[in-house]
């Protein structure tokens, strides 16, 4: 491996880093007002849907998107999971054995 790619590697390490942790320390030295404190607690629901509904769609280049049915029937049982019991462990165990089943079965 050459210098340079190790830099690279090294620079893009700290990079990736630095954007996450700083954002936690400045916060920690600053008071937040109510409002962007109410507005930061919607973010993880909304990166979990807009992932979620990501998945639940095929994209076609020029063309409206197709549905990806086995996607969304794995989703089914995965969400009424959470709704249930909130837990981010049961929701991702409950998708991996549904979308599990749906591929053995051909369903989908």
């Known amino acids: ?18 954007s996450r942790v700083l954002p936690f320390i400045l916060v920690k030295q600053f008071e937040l007002p109510a409002f962007i404190v109410k507005f930061l607690s919607f973010m993880p629901i ?11 769609l095929i994209a076609r280049s020029g063309q409206l998107p197709l549905f990806d049915w086995q996607n969304i029937w794995a989703a089914i049982p995965a969400v009424i999971a959470g709704i249930l019991t ?11 054995v549904a979308m599990a089943a749906l591929r053995f079965y051909g369903i989908g």
Do not use: D, H, P, Q
């Open 1 to 18: 491996m050459s210098l340079y790619v190790f830099l690279a590697i090294v620079v893009c390490g700290f990079v990736t880093i630095a």
């Open 86 to 96: 909130k837990s981010l462990l049961v929701i991702v165990v409950v998708g991996i």
């Open 46 to 56: 909304t990166i979990m849907s807009a992932l979620m509904f990501e998945n639940m």
